[in-house]
């Protein structure tokens, strides 16, 4: 009997075990690359990726390369009168990540989240044959796997080693308008938008050679980042047209047709010609390009604080050390001397922190602008107004004293923040005795909001009926201080100072765009009849620059805020 019931109760042990086996999945739980949150963010554009087999360091496909895309669908949007606008009917969000990269093929596992977020696509493995010829994707979504892309040979190539490598190239479609046909509003067009999100398990960086992607437009070129490499700029060199880079192994092979986004001077060139007869440097002579005819269509979305921007969107292997993004673009300290008598000292003495804090959104493509975005400038000014004096004085100055910049590359599109400062004073006295220090600790955040655009509208038969530009702006201001005061004097003295700094904070971005301002903020202090007193006048004026190819435009918004604040007063008897 025992024994009867032993026999069963492990009978029942195992039918348990096997049940709840037979519940859990054998296989390795699956992998979630990228957060559907972190696919709407950063920067993507189009064109192509490579792969060199010759020279594997020239490549951007490498195993274990993880390239984040989103997949963008157009349409037109009918706003009166048939005149119709490009419009995103809808987007998805996904990733590809390289198992494996050959001449004759690519092994790739991809992820899609719909616009909710929700996964709606996925493969583990998808084996990707290598075409001949143009990018064939009309053949490439009648196959297992992502319907937007391509794996083919680089053909119509300005250089060989294009020409003798392999393109992983991203749909990018036109608006089928050509001929008597006209636009309709239920025809759509799709572009595949990319970054490369990791670099491969062998790589050193997301960008071989500085080379950021091989570009939309036919020949396919280099687009390449200058502030991958050492810059020559000198005075023989003529900035209009020049860009000269000292030799090292790290540069690729340049050749005319190339673009290269000129982060030190925010603009898209084109090499017309390669002098390398220097044995230390080679010099390009270029031509003024379109950002459109490198990169296609570009998106930008940041916000933070710009530390946390580069931290979370940049590859730090690629900035080199004097581009190293800090906390504080600025942390400045100096003096000015006014009088330096036997009889009479004064000086102004300052310091300046200033720090970078922005929001960005950007959409361009070849028939649409639009960006709009937040950007400001935290600072904490200390100007305290030194006097040791027994005879009066007056003395006025002004000259530019620094101009911190930074430059840094997100997703290998370069992003240019400048604020060029000149400081200024104007100080009179009329006294018998002093010693006088004052001046206050401000912390100032000065700014704007800006929502900013330009389109091609379209009439029948795709006729380009012009380009309409928006814009609008508004200016930041805000400020708190602390007062420092300590004095000694024996008649009553009259004094007046006007101190203050001049700066044109700026952010150029993907080489096309640059909003900047113009602020004067200035302080006044009053000593007369024993009342001190101190007011602090500030102004912002702004202007927003773009260069698209289809459009050239100057906003200029004007002043966007001006505010006149009375810090101080007090009676010193």
Not at 90 to 101: C, S
Not at 142 to 154: D, M, P, Q, R, S
Not at 219 to 229: M, Y
């Amino acid at each position: 009997m025992k024994t009867r019931l032993f026999v069963s109760m492990m009978f029942c042990v195992v039918l348990l075990i096997l049940s709840v086996s037979s519940c859990v999945n054998k296989h390795h739980p699956r992998v979630v690359r990228i957060a559907f949150e972190e696919l709407q963010e950063g920067v993507f554009y189009s064109g192509s990726l490579m792969f060199d087999p010759s020279d594997p360091s020239y490549s951007h496909l490498h195993k274990g390369t993880l390239i984040a895309f989103q997949d963008i669908v157009y349409g037109w949007e009918d706003i009166g009168d048939d005149v119709y606008v490009p419009i995103i009917i809808k987007t998805k969000y996904g990733y590809m990540y390289i198992r494996d990269v050959h001449e004759e093929y690519i092994k790739y596992e991809y992820l899609l989240y719909g616009p909710d977020g929700r996964i709606v696509e996925r493969e583990d493995s998808v084996f990707l044959s290598v075409a001949a010829g143009e990018a064939d994707f009309l053949s490439a979504s009648e196959k297992v796997g992502f319907c937007g892309i391509a794996y083919h040979t680089g053909v119509n190539a300005s250089h060989s080693v294009i020409s003798n490598s392999y393109l992983l190239s991203f749909i990018h479609e036109m608006p089928e308008t050509v001929g008597e046909e006209e636009i309709l509003p239920q025809e759509e067009y799709r572009r595949v938008v990319f970054r490369i999100q990791q670099a491969g398990i062998t790589q050193t960086s997301h960008y071989p050679k500085g080379v950021v992607a091989i570009s939309a437009s036919n020949p396919k070129s280099h687009v390449i980042n200058s502030s991958f490499h050492h810059r020559v700029i000198n005075g023989a060199t003529d900035l209009d047209d020049e860009v000269v880079f000292l030799k090292t192994g790290h540069l690729p092979e340049f050749a005319p047709g190339d673009f290269i986004l000129d982060a030190e001077h925010g603009v898209v060139r084109k090499i017309e010609s390669v002098d390398d007869s220097d044995p230390s440097q080679i010099t390009l002579g270029t031509t003024k390009a379109n950002l459109v005819d490198a990169l296609g269509t570009i998106i930008i979305k940041v916000e933070g604080d710009l530390s946390e921007i580069v931290k979370k969107h940049a590859a730090r292997n690629d900035l080199f050390e004097s581009q190293n993004v800090r906390v504080e673009l600025l942390n400045l300290g100096w003096a000015v001397k006014i009088v330096d008598l036997l009889e009479a000292h004064a000086r102004i003495v300052n310091s300046y922190v200033l720090y970078a804090d922005v929001s960005i959104s950007l959409h361009k493509s070849i028939d649409k602008f639009s960006s709009s975005g937040r950007i400001s400038f935290p600072m904490t000014l200390r100007s305290i107004l030194e006097i040791d004096a027994m005879v009066g004085f007056e003395k006025e100055d002004s000259h530019k004293l620094v101009e911190p910049g930074i430059t840094f590359s997100l997703s290998g599109i370069p992003i240019t923040i400048s604020m060029p400062i000149y400081a200024f004073y104007e100080v009179s006295a009329d006294l018998a005795k002093l010693e006088f220090e004052f001046g206050p600790e401000l912390k100032l955040e000065l700014g704007f909001n800006y929502d900013v655009g330009a389109e091609v509208r379209y009439g029948s038969k795709a006729l380009a009926l012009g380009v309409h530009a928006w814009g609008d702006a508004s200016g930041i201001f805000s400020h708190s201080e602390d007062m420092i005061l300590d004095y000694k004097y024996d008649t009553s003295p009259r004094l007046s100072s006007k101190i203050g700094l001049k700066a044109y904070p700026g952010v150029t971005i993907a080489c096309v765009f640059r909003p900047d301002m113009e602020i004067p903020f200035d302080l006044h202090a009053f000593l007369e009849d024993d009342k001190l007193k101190l007011d602090l006048e500030v102004e912002g004026h702004m202007e927003m620059r773009l260069d698209m190819g289809i459009y050239e435009h100057t906003w200029r918004f004007g002043k966007v805020f001006g505010y006149t604040r009375h810090l101080y007063e007090k009676d010193l008897w």
